[in-house]
């Protein structure tokens, strides 16, 4: 059976950065579980739904089909044939993803998605509830966290990296801050520290440091 490394944590802890790190050193294919929301939510918003009203959310979920492509270290997807690419990063994007990802309907697809990849091979998938209710079971689970403060500044960095930044450090802390709290609160898969996963807060690590703490806290039959 292929290997999961599960990851989760809030927005901005630095999930994506480490699970590319980590995968490039065990040839574990990287999986963003949030990007596939983000397409949920994109989709939603090309079609005119109110994401605010779940059976109009659930509806359009049905309809959105995503192709998975192993390539560079990585699953990509595809809408239609094409990479949304930065498209699914915008601030509106981030307005509207966590509300979509409340409804049930989101969560099931999305989920079933991702537990289908294991085909490819051996994973490192990153998100909210990859250690509790998408591979539970996984024996490499982590938690990844960081002071609100340093992961809005993180963020917001990003942004600027990639030409899209359109909000201060404040307004962006107070983003993740709203979306700590609805992907916290929700009914369905809430974001949680699950029983028996390994927490690593990473204020003030490197992420050489964390990719380690990591590597050194997988099962003893997966270390190369």
């Known amino acids: 059976m292929n290997k999961v490394i599960a990851v989760d944590g809030p ?7 480490l699970a590319k790190l980590v995968g490039k050193k065990l040839g574990f294919l990287h999986v963003d579980s949030g990007a596939l929301y983000r397409i949920v939510t994109w989709q939603c ?18 309809n959105v089909e995503v192709e998975f ?5 990585r699953i990509q997807y595809k809408v239609n044939g ?4 930065d498209r699914i990063r915008m601030p509106e994007i981030n307005k509207h993803a966590s509300p979509v990802a409340t409804v049930k309907a989101v969560r099931d697809k999305v989920t079933a998605w991702l537990r289908s990849l294991v085909k490819f ?22 938690y990844l966290d960081a002071a609100p403060e340093i992961r809005a500044a993180r963020r917001q960095k990003e942004e600027v990296e990639k030409g899209i930044a359109k909000q201060s450090v404040e307004d962006v802390k ?3 801050l709203a979306r700590d709290k609805i992907d916290s609160s929700r009914q369905h898969a809430p974001l949680r520290m699950a029983e028996g996963v390994f927490k690593i ?14 590597l050194d806290n997988l099962p003893a039959d997966w270390k190369k």
């Open 82 to 85: 094409e990479d949304p690419g």
């Open 69 to 73: 492509v192993p390539v560079d270290g």
């Open 45 to 62: 918003l090309v079609h005119n739904v109110d994401t605010s009203d779940p059976e109009a959310v659930a509806a359009c979920t049905a």
């Open 201 to 214: 807060d990473n204020s003030f690590c490197t992420l050489d440091e964390v990719v380690q703490m990591v």
């Open 11 to 17: 927005s901005g802890a630095g999930k994506s950065s």
């Open 174 to 176: 107070a983003s993740l």
């Open 121 to 142: 091979g051996d994973i490192i998938v990153e998100g909210r509830d990859i250690t509790t209710a998408v591979f539970p079971d996984s024996p490499a689970r982590f």
